[in-house]
């Protein structure tokens, strides 16, 4: 009787102490960023996927500009002029430091 007695209450011990486990699968925010260096950058338009446009300034130089991770294609222009064409892969929550003329 005794034998029973620890057996069920072994049993009734594994069944309720994993029924409070949980499992949680967290993602993050798709998105990577950009970031561009130059002596000045006044004057550079940047196009990333022929849809997001933006002006660098001087007075944002170390600003990290937010895109969508994955495969993206970036055009730099300088006063209406392409000085930069290039397809680029970002992973996720990465930083591409992006070097202009």
Known sequence: MK???FKSSLIFLFI?????????????????YL???????KGYKVMVN???AF???????????KIQSGK?????Y???????DKKIYLSNESTKL???P
């Open 3 to 5: 034998n029973f007695i």
């Open 50 to 52: 022929d849809n997001i």
């Open 72 to 76: 993206n294609h970036l055009r730099v």
């Open 35 to 41: 970031k561009f260096q130059a002596p000045s950058t």
């Open 78 to 84: 300088k006063n209406d002029t392409l000085v930069l």
């Open 98 to 100: 992006i070097n202009l």
């Open 55 to 65: 002006s660098l300034t001087d007075e944002e130089k170390d600003k990290s500009y």
């Open 16 to 32: 309720f102490s994993g029924c409070g486990y949980k499992q949680q699968n967290i993602q993050k925010a798709d998105v990577a």
